[in-house]
């Protein structure tokens, strides 16, 4: 089973700054090979939840309502390439990413000599 993950966006839709509470799971990426090409690490939103502070008057505690966000808002969410490295970042799947790569160009090397001697 997928590991779930969260992560909070904040957003400035008009004068309102809004939290979007996610979470999701992370498709680790592959590295590529001689047969199949690479494809980096992608995430899916599994809930999203916006969380909108209203402001109050001087001396007031200010109020906060959650509801589910809009589809619009998570594909803009999911769409979105500096939040999609934020969640990665955030779920560590980068430095998996960056592991896969280096074991990948460390066997594609070890091959390539091992040919290279029995020719």
């Known amino acids: 089973m997928a590991r779930i993950h969260d992560h909070t966006v904040y957003l400035s839709i008009g004068s309102n700054e809004i939290a979007c509470e996610l979470t999701f799971t992370v498709t680790p990426g ?59 970042h955030e779920a560590g799947a980068d430095s998996d990413r960056a592991d896969d790569i280096r074991d990948q160009l460390r066997d594609d090397a070890l091959t390539s000599r091992e040919m290279g001697r029995a020719a």
């Open 30 to 88: 592959f590295a590529g090979d001689r047969v199949d090409p690479p494809y980096p690490a992608q995430c899916e939103i599994r809930t999203a939840e916006v969380v909108v502070v209203e402001q109050a008057p001087f001396g007031q505690q200010p109020k906060a309502s959650r509801a589910d966000a809009p589809q619009w808002l998570i594909d803009v969410i999911s769409n979105d390439p500096d939040i999609h490295s934020d969640m990665l």
